[in-house]
């Protein structure tokens, strides 16, 4: 008999990262990160593969930005010396970059750049472009004298106690107070230790790319004051002559991406025209010396994967231009699949699984890709560019669950509104028809993303625990298109009703649930529709409602997003549209809620702000409702999902007990 999954189990995760192949194809470079319960952190390791084997590179515990120098060579960044340590402790920005030959051997500090670098590549045998996070107050010390430099550091110090804004967004989740700060773009050649900029300083960089001659650089972004506008200018940038134009202004365009191919500019964007700030994006061509801008390949699915897990930790590449094609993710129903775009606009599907594609790089004969397969943790995989010979390059998370009780998928599809709808269930272990049951209903976030059939860590131990799982895709998730995805001034209407729907299909489908111990989950849009579940039935006999939304007009200017996407997606402003943002919003039927229900939220959560789950549980505990609430110092969004070991730990406990108290 198989063991059951326990709670700590994720700490034994290996998560997969930033995977990229040497210039001549042969070896694959990988970033794998693991939990450290006693440090409270993560740690994260270079690693090398081959079809034949799998060798650790580095051991320091804190590598993940990296770069190829040549075929047998990885430039890494690390902080490693006791100087360098101090100097940061002291407020001075410097990212060291250290070489390692991947025939073993210790790394070598290559160079350090005096500035907070964010993604870095190779120009030519002495020059690198990279992006540095640039706070426009005092990053300038990185060309300044010394007597500069120190009154710079003085400055600096002295302000660390407080935060002056004079602009939108003044914070980002994630990334702390952001005011003044800028994404820029810059080039380091090693022979003089030259630092040059290429992009202006209020240029906010989202993307970039060497042409193939290494003569130009591409780039996109905005120029703002005071805020963006969320639409981007594409730049270009001549290396010899060190003179910078704009080839498209910003006007029209949301660009995800930009790459050289076929003598032209291949732009991932999107108009937001039809269906707003979640329309999918399209492939367009534009022309390098008139700046024309073309519709090259139509597209409804989403570029990417919307593939939702609590077991990744860290990121990779969407996309990449190789040779004559255009290789990319994407979103088909509840997978993330490999799909590839040639010369003539046509797109196929290159490889297709039974999860998710979270990340990947091309070569001359082979696609390497990180991926989650039905029921498993991520590995490493290679095929042919037609998606052949798939083999399995990796074991790291191969042996977690031998001997644990994986629960399978059952896939349950049904009717809601004329529209098609699919969801699964987790059946509880040693599941026996005979006996009754609780069960969960867990809803995702986004709300432009997708549940599938990969390991969802929560979800198997609630299972494991003797809980039925279900989770489903209503309308406004990702995978079905733009129009599916439509949930601009609709949230609470039909997709709620798709949500309840979907659970009275599982309750007629498995009469062992005990109708009256079932609750319900959820976080970010989960959250919102937790919250607004709870006020518009008492058919759960609990709720743990994470990160959420309650009230859309306080989140329009306290989010880091709010005052765009609470206009687009709700349709209206708070002056015009009072009534509209209020009807919308949980906080508003907060007098009709009986259900017992925790609030899980984080003091850092810039996305949806602490605020959104202070009015809902402060509203409940005055209603005389039995509520709890446990708030996470130093975390933000991401707690489920990148969150402290420790805490991570902490928030499932709370929100599994909170279920064992009231369901069982």
């Known amino acids: 008999m198989k063991k059951a999954i326990q709670l700590k189990d994720f700490l034994t995760y290996h998560y997969l990262s930033n995977v990229q192949a040497s210039p001549d194809g042969t070896t694959l470079a990988c970033v794998v990160a693991q939990a450290n319960e006693n440090d409270n952190t993560y740690t994260s390791t270079l690693a090398l593969l081959s079809e034949k084997k799998v060798l650790p590179l580095t051991g320091y515990g804190k590598e993940r930005m990296y770069v190829w120098e040549d075929n047998t060579h990885i430039l890494f960044a690390s902080l490693r010396d006791k100087a360098d340590i101090e100097a940061a402790q002291n407020g001075e920005e410097r990212t060291c970059f250290y070489r390692i030959s991947t025939q073993g051997g210790e790394a070598q500090k290559a160079f350090t750049l005096p500035l907070t670098v964010t993604s870095i590549q190779k120009l030519d ?51 702390g107070f952001i005011n003044k700060t800028r994404n820029s773009l810059f080039m380091y050649d090693c022979k003089n230790e030259a630092i040059t900029r290429i992009s202006e300083e209020n240029f906010q960089v989202g993307g970039y790319a060497i042409d193939e001659k290494k003569e130009k650089l591409y780039y996109f972004g905005e120029a703002y004051v005071q805020k963006p506008k969320n639409k981007d200018t594409v730049c270009v940038y001549d290396f010899k002559r060190q003179v910078t134009h704009v080839l498209l202004p910003a006007k029209e365009y949301a660009i995800r991406f930009l790459a050289e191919w076929q003598g032209e500019l291949l732009v991932v964007a999107s108009t937001q025209r039809e269906y707003g700030m979640n329309e999918n994006a399209k492939f367009y061509l ?141 059946e509880p272990k040693d599941y026996d028809p005979k006996k009754t049951y609780p069960a969960i209903l867990d809803i995702h976030g986004g709300p432009k993303t997708v549940y599938g059939k990969v390991f969802y860590h929560e979800m198997q131990l609630w299972a494991n625990m003797g809980y039925f799982v279900f989770f489903m895709n209503p309308r406004g998730g ?83 997003i709010g005052n765009f996407f609470a206009l687009d997606q709700q349709g209206g402003n708070i002056w015009e549209d009072h009534e509209k943002l209020w009807w ?22 810039y996305r949806c702000p602490l605020s959104e789950g202070y009015q809902m549980y402060s509203a409940l505990c005055d209603l005389g409702i039995e509520t709890r609430m446990c708030m996470f110092h130093g975390e933000n969004h991401e707690l489920s999902r990148s969150g402290k ?14 279920f064992e108290k009231h369901l069982k």
């Open 645 to 658: 070991p420790r805490h991570r730990v902490r928030r499932l406990e709370e929100i599994t007990n909170w």
């Open 125 to 175: 045998d002495t020059r690198f472009v990279f992006t540095a996070n640039y706070d426009l107050h005092y990053s300038s010390m990185y060309q300044s004298n010394d007597v500069e430099k120190q009154r710079l550091l003085k400055a600096k110090k002295e302000n660390a106690d407080y935060e002056v804004f004079d602009e939108l967004p003044f914070y980002g989740n994630g990334a």
């Open 478 to 560: 990702d995978g079905y298109g733009n129009r599916f995805a439509d949930l601009r001034g609709a949230y609470g209407t039909f997709d709620y009703e798709d949500l309840m729907k979907f659970t009275d299909c599982v309750l007629e489908k498995y009469p062992a649930i005990d109708q009256q111990r079932v609750g319900v989950t959820g976080g970010s849009y989960g959250g919102f529709m937790t919250n607004w579940i709870i006020g518009h039935t008492n058919r759960f006999a609990a709720a743990a409602s994470q990160r959420s939304i309650s009230n859309w007009i306080s989140f329009a200017y306290t989010s880091d």
């Open 286 to 426: 534009l022309d390098k010396a008139s700046g024309e801008m073309k519709l090259f390949a139509d597209y409804e699915d989403a570029i990417g994967s919307s593939v939702g897990s609590d077991c990744r930790y860290g990121g990779g590449k969407s996309i990449k231009v190789w040779k004559d094609a255009v290789y990319f993710i994407s979103t088909l129903t509840h997978r993330s699949v490999l799909r590839r775009l040639d010369a003539q606009g046509m797109i196929s599907t290159v490889y297709e699984g039974s999860g998710s594609v979270d990340d990947f790089d091309v070569t001359k004969d082979k696609l390497f890709f990180v991926g989650m397969q039905e029921g498993k943790l991520q590995e490493c995989y290679c095929c042919d560019l037609l998606g052949n010979d798939v083999r399995q390059l990796s074991t790291w998370n191969e042996e977690i669950f031998v001997d644990k009780d994986v629960r399978p998928y059952v896939e349950l599809a049904f009717e809601n509104d004329g529209v098609s709808l699919c969801g699964w269930v987790l």
């Open 584 to 605: 919308h919003s949980p906080l508003k039927y907060a007098q009709n809620v009986k259900t017992p229900t925790l609030f899980i939220h984080s003091d850092e959560d």
